[in-house]
């Protein structure tokens, strides 16, 4: 079954348009995208790598919200799918939203501990979680192992914390 997926205009406003994942996006409308910094009580933040046949990459939790999700609700699924964590019971922070010309984007904050050893990874999705300072991920930033753009998430979200 094809997912379908709700379309928002630049203001971040549902358009009542959808499209199916990998389908062209007319010009003027834009998927949305949410993520979420899982923040432990040791201030290190939750990275995920994907499966090398997703590209293997380190990143954020995070996803498209099915068709008839709020962007809230999204991520709760997104985090359930990929971690097998409920965290709708959690407090959870926007932080930044906004549209980049390509999608429209919603971060997202939580603080909780979690077990890594417990969490039950979507095992055709992802390879490996971990938990990892600000220092850490700037480091493998200057090694080439991170791109700059997921530290960056990273920055912006502890610069809010900080307000």
Same mark, same amino acid.
């Given at each position: 079954?094809?997912?379908?997926?709700? +379309?928002?205009?630049?203001?971040?406003?549902?358009?009542?348009?959808?499209? $199916?994942?990998?389908?062209?996006?007319?010009?003027?409308?834009?998927?949305?995208?949410?993520?979420?910094?899982?923040?432990?009580?040791? &201030?290190?933040? +939750?990275?995920?790598?994907?499966?090398?046949?997703?590209? &293997?990459?380190?990143?954020?939790?995070? !996803?498209?919200?099915?068709?008839?999700?709020?962007?809230?609700?999204?991520? #709760?699924?997104?985090?359930?799918?990929? +971690? !097998?964590?409920?965290?709708?019971?959690?407090?959870?922070?926007?932080?930044?939203?906004?549209? *980049?010309?390509?999608?429209?984007? #919603?971060?997202?904050?939580?603080?909780?501990? +979690? *077990?890594?050893?417990?969490?039950?990874?979507?095992?055709?999705?992802?390879?490996?979680?971990?938990? $990892?300072?600000?220092?850490?991920?700037?480091?493998?930033?200057?090694? &080439?192992?991170?791109?700059?753009?997921?530290?960056?998430?990273? #920055?912006?979200?502890?610069?809010?914390?900080?307000?």
């Amino acid at each position: 079954m094809r997912e379908e997926r709700d +379309l928002y205009n630049n203001q971040l406003e549902l358009t009542g348009k959808t499209y $199916f994942k990998g389908d062209e996006i007319p010009d003027g409308y834009f998927p949305m995208v949410v993520m979420i910094a899982i923040q432990n009580s040791n &201030g290190e933040f +939750l990275m995920q790598k994907r499966v090398e046949s997703k590209g &293997g990459d380190w990143g954020v939790t995070g !996803g498209h919200p099915k068709h008839g999700e709020t962007p809230e609700q999204g991520i #709760i699924t997104e985090v359930k799918e990929e +971690l !097998g964590i409920d965290i709708s019971n959690q407090k959870i922070i926007e932080f930044e939203r906004g549209c *980049d010309g390509k999608d429209c984007y #919603i971060m997202y904050y939580t603080k909780m501990n +979690l *077990d890594i050893d417990k969490l039950i990874i979507q095992l055709d999705e992802l390879s490996e979680v971990r938990w $990892f300072s600000i220092e850490k991920l700037q480091q493998m930033v200057d090694t &080439g192992e991170l791109n700059k753009d997921q530290v960056e998430f990273f #920055i912006k979200c502890v610069e809010f914390l900080k307000n």
